[in-house]
């Protein structure tokens, strides 16, 4: 299981020790949440602060972008140091050519679906796609409820990647722990993102291996 602490749970007044102490966790990415108070309802950070955490990063950094008109930011994303970009089915009127995007400045790229939308949208683009985000909240904050509808959305996507002989990664965002993790094990998840549950420890490790040995 790929686990993907969220930064948004980080304490932004020492953003160089929560980098380190991720460095230095079993964690396998950093999942960097950029929200732009337009397609959320939040505003998080955005890519001067992304390029300073990837200063000190040692592992990928997975790119959650909660923005309108994402297009315009690719760019940036390859510039502060990403490796996996994340855009938003309901963000994008030309998924295809965004997705085209994000592969032609050599990073992986995802696409996430609110708890609204189908996965049937994706069925035209899966082979494309490096990584499906399933949203199991409303995006825009953290340590929100998890929303059980996401386990049967994993369980439909992983009979369409297996439909399509696709080779995308399912990942899940929101509301994850040891016990919503579980149900996302058994349904085919393989990357967990967890800011709330991560960050209440003292020893993130505990979380941690908890998510990975799922
Ligand atoms: C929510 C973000 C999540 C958030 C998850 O919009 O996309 O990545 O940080 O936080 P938790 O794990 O607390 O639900
Ligand atoms: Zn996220």
């Given at each position: 299981m790929i686990v993907s602490p969220s930064v948004?749970?980080?304490d932004f007044a020492n953003i160089q020790k929560e980098v380190e102490r991720i460095n230095q966790s079993n964690a396998d990415w950093f999942h960097i949440d950029i929200m732009?108070?337009?397609?959320?309802?939040n505003i998080s950070f955005g890519f001067p602060v992304m390029k300073a955490i990837s200063k000190h990063a040692k592992k990928p950094l997975d790119v959650h972008l909660m923005i309108v008109n994402p297009d315009k930011y690719i760019k940036d994303c390859k510039n502060s140091g990403a490796e996996w970009v994340t855009v938003h089915y309901e963000a994008c009127t030309h998924l295809h050519r965004t997705i085209q995007l994000i592969k032609n400045e050599g990073m992986k790229a995802g696409v996430a679906l609110n708890?609204?939308?189908?996965?049937?949208?994706?069925e035209d683009i899966i082979n494309d796609l490096d990584l499906v985000l399933i949203m199991s909240?409303?995006?825009?904050?953290?340590g929100q409820k998890f929303i059980l509808n996401a386990v049967d959305k994993v369980k439909v996507l992983k009979d369409l990647i297996t439909k399509k002989k696709a080779k995308t990664l399912i990942e899940v965002d929101g509301g994850v722990n040891n016990e919503t993790g579980l149900l996302l094990t058994k349904a085919g998840a393989d990357a967990l993102v967890a800011g709330s549950y991560v960050f209440?420890?003292?020893?993130?490790?505990t979380p941690i291996n908890l998510l990975k040995a799922l």
């Open positions: 948004l749970a980080f732009d108070g337009v397609f959320v309802p708890p609204h939308t189908p996965v049937s949208v994706l909240v409303n995006p825009g904050f953290g209440k420890y003292d020893d993130i490790n």
